[in-house]
Nanobody
Framework: QVHLEESGGGLVQPGESLRLACVAS???????MAWYRQAPGKQRELVAE???????NYLGSVEGRFTIDRDNAYRKVSLEMNNLKPEDTAVYYC?????????WGQGIQVTVSE
């Protein structure tokens, strides 16, 4: 069973930055990697994804502020989050689209507040 370990969350003020990291317990070569988030009372939503070839896709509200990247050698995917806003507050989840089933991290809290 694949394990995804997330790190880097925390409490920041609006306008500040955080970098989330996710390390997989097995190779992520050829695997689409993604970050999702879920705010209280809301459905989980896709924040960013990166294909095996490095093509990225972002949620409209984070476009230009967040950057996803991957390092297959270290089995790692990261999410750089800049100019954070209170509405970015959520639990963030790492996702790996393995076959036959996705793997998910345990989730990490990001809170943006004065």
């Amino acid at each position: 069973q694949v394990h995804l370990e997330e790190s880097g969350g925390g409490l920041v003020q609006p306008g500040e930055s955080l970098r989330l990291a996710c390390v997989a317990s097995r190779s992520i070569v050829g695997v689409v990697m993604a970050w999702y988030r879920q705010a209280p009372g809301k459905q989980r939503e896709l924040v960013a994804e990166i294909s095996r070839g490095g093509i990225t896709n972002y949620l409209g509200s984070v476009e230009g502020r967040f950057t996803i990247d991957r390092d297959n050698a270290y089995r790692k995917v990261s999410l750089e989050m800049n100019n954070l806003k209170p509405e970015d507050t959520a639990v963030y989840y790492c996702n790996a689209r393995f076959q036959p089933a996705d793997a998910w991290g345990q989730g990490i809290q990001v809170t943006v507040s004065e």
